[in-house]
């Protein structure tokens, strides 16, 4: 680089990237007055933009999350100096990434930058009756700051359909400011909400650095004896807090506070505050703070000594800090025996106060002050810690149980605290919903709070829960860490069934023992299709009930057939039972289809077992060639021989007044009547029986004439 080169570009010369230079146009745009948006929108590329889930500080702002994210995404996407990133990329983008869209300004600087953005816009929505409070922040990632931080009050939707308007607004005017600063602006940022607090020969002062300000050295305190000035340096202080004692009685003073850098350079000056030093009212005596679901519970009494103010008494303010020493934040302005905001008064002057809408287990230093009717407070009052309620820990979820889940976890004792909500969801980050409310004095022996879920759960299904505790008003903590818990699959499904062919007017069935524990017994269900419907023949009690014997019975309904019922249990030998005593029976020579379940402590039941047929035992045929001759007063019957291998004997029947009758057993295939007289005829039929005593049809009857 030559010397013409350093002189026309020494930033580029100094390793720092040459500072941008707006066109001659929008200049003179910006100097018509022109609002910014429109002449950044008509001259520079688009922004490119994403917007992030705006989260809920409480359960009441559930769904105005959603509501102000989309109308802001729409907001912007309407504004021609927005590219705003597409949801669904986002959100595959952090997936497929494990990042999450948290607020905090490492991990929006981190993801801005690898998706190529220039702007992220983030925030969070809270609820309390009708009144909405949105925080927003908008981070100019390559800056790697802030470049807007706000908070907006809005009453009801129409309201904050209003305020959501106006926050587009803002944010395209924002970023237009920052996209078109100079770049020899000062290095560090000037303090912002500069607080007094008027006193009695002192006065005190705080600050805060803007949001993202980094590389701060100090700070330098100015004071004036008029708004215009002169001011001079008072003050070099290392904390952002300063107390001027060099002050005369009944005058009023005013004050601006710049910082510097830890590199050198100073901030711009902050807005000039005034305070008085005037007599203030004695401070009031501080005694206790109790613990409350998001907020503190203090309790204090006006200061006992008589004090030279000539003033009339107005109330208190209420600071609190993170660090003992301080600085100390105006956080409430509790008026005189004012019941509302959040406080009230009980007893001769003492005054009882939460302090609300902090986060759980929360631990802050509170100081107050009382003030006058001219707003001039007293010293601090001594300082005290409180804490918030921590939100439930240690939750326990027993899993493996059967359509039930128990829950536990450890209370958290105060009397504030009334009870505790559980709520469960069917996926890790799905919406969880209220499904029971427990007392706070339901506790178990080991002092833990305890609970069943068994509303609808299924098997095999996992379930998750979160627990808060609750007050007075239903004001909750933020849920606990998540729980999760897997409900017990239904029992397996009968293996190893069987069923037995070929006997009498029965069927007799076996199967393995199922190696669950839980099983508590079997049904066993009958078609006469394979493809059904089947009806349950019986309910076997025991894990070792495996086998019965089915002659036709059908159990109805849900009604259980006991041990008597069916003789007895079968252990797991598999022997097959009579199941005597049941109304109706098998019908021979007939296919039947079974399949067997078991079932739990809860009767759950489970799958099916594959299905088995059989065939119960037909009868014989009817015996052929039946024939009878008579001769002399005897009758010669006579008949071939059955065809199954196992016939044990013939019936013979003859006619007789009351139908057929029978009158012989023969082994063999022939028999002989006597005495038939001559003329007379009688008629005669005969069956089959087997060794099961199963009996054949008839034959067709013959009549046999004596001559």
């Not at 808060?468 to 818990?485: K, L, M, R």
């Not at 059904?532 to 086998?547: D, H, K, Q, Y």
């Not at 009351?658 to 028999?671: P, Y």
Request: aromatic content about 8%; glycine content about 12%; charged content about 25%.
């Amino acid at each position: 680089m030559n010397e013409t080169q350093r002189i026309n570009d020494p930033e580029r010369f100094q390793g720092r990237p040459p500072r941008r230079r707006l066109p001659w146009l929008l200049l003179a745009l910006l100097l018509l007055g022109m609002p910014v948006g429109m002449v950044w929108a008509q001259s520079l590329p688009p922004v490119k933009t994403a917007v992030f889930n705006f989260s809920v500080r409480n359960l009441e702002a559930s769904g105005y999350g959603t509501t102000v994210t989309n109308t802001l995404v729409a907001n912007l996407k309407n504004r021609r100096e927005f590219s705003v990133l597409d949801r669904k990329e986002l959100e595959n983008f952090l997936a497929l990434n494990d990042l999450q869209q948290e607020e905090n300004l490492d991990n929006v600087v981190l993801i801005g930058t690898r998706l190529g953005l220039n702007v992220i816009v983030t925030g969070s929505v809270e609820r309390s009756a009708t009144m909405l409070t949105i925080r927003c922040k908008v981070v100019q990632v390559e800056q790697k700051k802030p470049v807007l931080d706000v908070r907006l009050t809005a009453f009801g939707d129409a309201g904050l359909a209003m305020e959501l308007r106006n926050l587009g607004d803002m944010i395209a005017r924002a970023v237009a400011e920052a996209t078109q600063a100079r770049e020899d602006a000062p290095s560090v940022r000037g303090p912002v909400n500069v607080q007094k607090k008027s006193g009695n020969m002192k006065i005190y002062l705080s600050w805060e650095n803007p949001p993202g300000t980094t590389g701060i050295a100090g700070w330098e305190v100015f004071r004036g004896s008029s708004a215009a000035g002169p001011f001079a340096r008072i003050a070099q202080v290392n904390r952002s807090e300063y107390w001027d004692q060099a002050v005369e009685r009944n005058r009023t003073y005013h004050y601006k506070v710049r910082s510097f850098g830890t590199r050198g350079g100073y901030s711009e000056f902050s807005a000039v505050v005034a305070a008085e030093s005037a007599p203030t009212p004695n401070p009031p005596v501080i005694l206790r703070t109790d613990s409350r679901v998001r907020g503190v519970q203090l309790t204090w009494l006006p200061s006992p000594a008589a004090g030279d103010d000539p003033l009339k008494f107005k109330g208190y303010k209420l600071y609190r800090a993170k660090d003992e020493d301080g600085p100390y934040r105006e956080v409430r302005d509790v008026a005189d025996r004012d019941p509302g905001q959040g406080g009230n008064t009980a007893g001769a002057g003492r005054v009882i106060f939460v302090d609300t809408g902090i986060g759980d287990g929360e631990r802050f230093f509170y100081r107050v002050t009382a003030y006058n009717e001219k707003g001039l407070e007293s010293d601090f009052s001594r300082a005290l810690a409180g804490s918030s309620l921590p939100r439930v820990g240690d939750v326990r979820a027993t899993g493996e149980r059967i359509r039930e889940v128990p829950l536990s976890w450890k209370p958290v004792d105060s009397p504030f605290v009334h009870g505790y909500h559980l709520y469960r969801s069917d996926k890790p980050e799905g919406t969880y919903a209220r499904i029971l409310l427990i007392q706070a004095d339901v506790r178990g022996a080991d002092g833990r709070i305890a609970t069943v879920d068994r509303e609808g759960l299924g098997d095999k299904k996992t379930w998750y829960y979160r627990v808060t505790a609750f007050e007075e008003g239903d004001i909750e903590t933020t849920p606990s860490d998540t729980v999760s818990a897997v409900t017990r699959d239904k029992p397996p499904v009968p293996q190893g069934v069987r069923a037995e062919g070929g006997r009498v007017k029965r069927v007799p069935l076996t199967w393995q023992e199922s190696p669950r524990e839980d099983v508590r017994g079997y049904r066993v269900y009958r078609a006469a299709k394979p493809e059904g419907p089947f009806e349950p023949i019986a309910r076997l009690e025991g894990r070792a009930s495996v086998g019965m014997a089915d002659q036709g019975g059908v159990l109805g309904g849900e009604t259980a057939l006991g041990r008597g019922v069916l003789g007895g249990a079968l252990q797991s030998g598999g022997t097959a039972l009579g199941l005597g005593g049941l109304v109706g029976g098998l019908q021979d020579g007939t296919e039947y289809f079974y399949r067997v379940a078991s079932f739990n402590e809860k009767d759950v039941e489970s799958e099916p077992s594959p299905v088995v047929a059989t065939r119960t035992k037909a009868r014989p045929k009817a015996p052929a060639g039946f024939r009878g001759e008579a001769s002399g007063g005897r009758v010669l019957l006579t008949w071939q021989a059955g065809m199954e291998p196992d016939i044990r004997e013939y019936h013979l029947y003859e006619q007789g007044l009351f139908g057929l009758e029978k009158i012989a057993s023969v082994s063999g295939t022939s028999h002989t009547l006597e005495g038939l007289a001559k003329g007379k005829s009688r008629m005669f039929s005969i069956r089959v029986v087997d060794r099961d005593g199963l009996e054949s049809d008839p034959s067709p009857e013959i009549t046999v004439t004596a001559q």
